[in-house]
């Protein structure tokens, strides 16, 4: 029986995952491929932090040009992070005729592009479903939907850190610090949060996803990306109240202005199919011209999910699936809510007499319809304001505040 050979770069939390799933899951993974998977060489940035790990036939190193040296080296596994030096050993890997599968979001959203043009150009693949969502299948799906289907638009929960926050706000009523501390705590955010919280994960992810399905990155000039921390206790307690909730969405679609890409907080419904994705949960929705919604969800990261998509990537090298950029161009004017929910943030709440409101949570928030938003934020200078999603009814009140 032949073997496929594997090195993993970087021996953290997903390349430990990865070692393991290939081992326990190794009967399986030789029924489907018809040949053993062995990993034959692991790069590590200190060898005795890492040497109770050391295996025969498993060349441990800190040298990467010593694994590039392997003779019969299949596929490289990037499990490391930041755009250096992964972007250069891929690089390094795809010229030597190497295949590559990366979980590095960062790394992949700034030169992406590039690297799949340099796989082609050497007949092998970059597979990179770790890149988006964990062990949700989205680029398998868009890749499968992609061959007939024309994407409208994507919407997503793609951090699962900004989701467990929000989602514990509701749950027990802290404050966001005290429930980012938690999410420390369990694990479930790093000691710097930033990437999570201020939407830059979840916006890496987006680009991921938009040169899949537009075969671009987003305009820098219509990209949002706001961040979860200006969210209080009292915001998450009043939406609560008129059963709605607070969720990170990237939303990305492609209008006259060219791809746009969101990444902000919004409330949602009972409607939405985001509602009851809660905790460290992904969620994908996806709009296409002829299947209609397509919606998937599950953990969207650590050890076993982020390996599962690791390992689906490496048995699709031996049939990949071919898809092109395909996508309707979506109508701006149906993309901008007129629904909004808004809170004031240190005096009554002033609505002008001909806005009309849909529901009041207090003298300080209301939920208003409105195409005239920038009309309030005038007479509000501090005034937090999010776009409400959902088929949202309520009764109309209709008050001169």
């Known amino acids: 029986m032949s073997h496929l050979n594997i090195a993993i770069l970087g021996f953290g939390t997903v390349g430990k995952g990865v070692h393991y799933s290939i081992k326990s899951h190794q009967a399986r993974l030789?029924?489907?491929?018809?040949?053993?998977?062995?990993?034959?060489a692991i790069l590590v940035k200190n060898i005795e932090k890492h040497e109770q790990s050391r295996e025969d036939g498993v060349l441990l190193t800190t040298n990467y040009d010593e694994i590039l040296n392997i003779g019969e080296l299949d596929v490289i596994v990037d499990a490391i992070v930041g755009c250096e030096p992964g972007h250069t050993y891929l690089t390094q890997a795809l010229e030597k005729g190497i295949h590559v599968v990366t979980a590095n979001k960062e790394m992949f959203a700034h030169h992406g592009e590039e690297l799949l043009a340099l796989a082609k150009k050497n007949d092998v693949t970059v597979g990179f479903e770790a890149t988006v969502a964990g062990g949700v299948p989205v680029i398998q799906t868009l890749r499968q939907l992609l061959q007939v289907n024309r994407v409208r638009k994507v919407e997503g929960i793609l951090n699962g850190t900004s989701n467990f926050i929000l989602s514990s706000m509701r749950k027990d009523g802290h404050t966001f610090e005290k429930t980012l501390r938690a999410a420390q705590e369990n694990g479930y955010a790093e000691a710097d949060p930033s990437n999570d919280i201020e939407g830059y994960d979840a916006y890496y992810k987006g680009v991921v996803l938009s040169q899949l399905i537009f075969g671009e990155k987003p305009e820098e000039q219509s990209t949002i990306r706001k961040g979860i921390t200006d969210i209080t206790a009292d915001y998450v307690e009043s939406a609560d109240e008129l059963g709605l909730r607070f969720r990170h969405i990237v939303t990305l679609f492609k209008g006259q202005k060219g791809v746009q890409c969101k990444v902000e907080p919004v409330l949602i419904s009972t409607e939405h199919p985001f509602y009851q994705v809660d905790g460290v949960q992904n969620a994908v929705s996806i709009e296409t011209d002829l299947v209609g919604n397509v919606q998937l969800q599950g953990p969207g990261a650590g050890?076993?999910?982020?390996?599962?998509?690791?390992?689906?990537d490496i048995i699709q090298i031996s049939r990949p699936v071919n898809s092109e950029p395909a996508y309707v161009v979506y109508q701006e004017e149906t993309a901008n809510s007129s629904k909004w929910v808004l809170f004031s943030k240190n005096r009554k709440l002033e609505v002008p007499y001909d806005i009309k409101v849909i529901a009041r949570l207090s003298d300080r928030a209301a939920v208003v319809e409105t195409e005239e938003l920038e009309r309030i934020l005038l007479e509000n200078p501090l005034l937090a304001y999010f776009e409400l999603k959902g088929n949202y009814q309520h009764r109309v009140e209709k008050v001169n505040v």
């Not at 029924?31 to 990993?39: A, D, H």
């Not at 050890?303 to 689906?312: D, V």
């Open 303 to 312: 050890m076993y999910p982020t390996a599962s998509a690791i390992l689906e």
């Open 30 to 40: 030789e029924q489907v491929l018809g040949k053993s998977v062995n990993v034959v």
